[in-house]
């Protein structure tokens, strides 16, 4: 009895198919740059897979026979899907096609993901990309569960698990200050002199904000309103309600009536920045030419 043709009988089905074209062994071996022989135990094999003879071997050449007359249709299907297959798979590999889901902190919005996006998108424009926006750690569980292909994170607390991480720049902060206030014109500051300010803040706690490592260091901020969203701190800022810290990737988009103001290298948080893939999986085209590009950016921005 017969079998299903596997997977790896798959290519015997070019070589049947320019054997009937050509209605020769002989011909068909050349045009496909094999030897006769060669050409001749492929077709055998495909006629013992069937379990029936696909040609009738004549003094001059080769002609179907009923059964080869039935598979040629189907061969000529499967060659087709095949065909359409390789140039899917070469689209992949140039990056003619295929997706690239890309998530990112907040501030890394401001300038580092859409400079690399912009890049991107004009070298491959036919690959779909897609953004997702978050804290850390729920980019980290996407990621981790396969739904993004690579997000730009900050530090996370510890190794996490099921991804990589890709180390792009250190970036410092700098203090955002009403343009009315008095500490406004200056052009460093020191967290001491902050010490009666209060603070908008992403979080009641100030270990879990931008402030962790100055609160490491013993400096104890004052927290008055807490404000996850980046624009609305600003607004609370320039309204005159405190003070908050911007990250150096976000610096450029600061609204125009606030004041950045450097800290003192001595007690300016710093925070890691890093771009995290999957664990595990090899990257695809697009995460691997993506990860250069913003690992370009990330070098202009930090010079």
Do not use: C, N
Request: no cysteine.
């Amino acid at each position: 009895m017969a079998t299903m043709p596997t997977s790896q009988s798959l290519s015997l089905y070019a070589v049947f198919l320019r054997v009937a074209r050509d209605r020769s062994f002989t011909a068909a071996a050349r045009a496909l740059g094999y030897t006769q022989s060669a050409v001749s135990r492929q077709v055998q094999a495909l006629e013992d897979e069937w379990g029936t003879a696909l040609f009738d071997r004549l003094p001059r050449g080769v002609r179907l026979t009923e059964a080869g007359r039935t598979l040629l249709p189907h061969a000529e299907a499967v060659e087709a899907r095949l065909a359409t297959a390789r140039a899917e798979i070469e689209a992949l590999r140039t990056l003619a096609a295929g997706r690239l889901r890309v998530g990112g902190i907040a501030t890394a919005d401001a300038q580092l993901l859409p400079s690399a996006l912009a890049a991107f998108r004009a070298r491959h424009p036919g690959v779909s990309v897609t953004r997702a926006e978050g804290l850390s750690a729920g980019l980290l569980r996407l990621l981790a569960a396969g739904e993004l292909d690579l997000a730009v994170v900050a530090a996370p607390d510890g190794r996490p698990d099921g991804v990589d991480l890709h180390h792009l720049l250190d970036e410092r902060m700098y203090v955002a200050l009403p343009r009315t206030h008095p500490l406004a014109d200056r052009a460093v500051l020191r967290l001491t002199e902050l010490a009666d300010e209060e603070w908008i803040a992403g979080s009641a706690r100030p270990e879990d904000t931008l402030m962790r490592t100055a609160v490491a260091d013993g400096f104890r901020p004052r927290t008055g309103f807490v404000v996850a969203d980046w624009i609305a701190k600003q607004g609370f800022v320039a309204a005159g309600l405190g003070i908050t810290l911007v990250p150096a990737l976000a610096a450029s988009a600061a609204r125009p009536d606030l004041a950045l103001v450097a800290l003192h290298p001595e007690d300016a948080p710093w925070r890691a920045v890093y771009a995290a893939t999957p664990r595990g999986p090899s990257p695809s085209p697009a995460v691997t030419v993506f990860l250069g590009l913003l690992r370009a950016a990330a070098a202009r921005l930090a010079g």
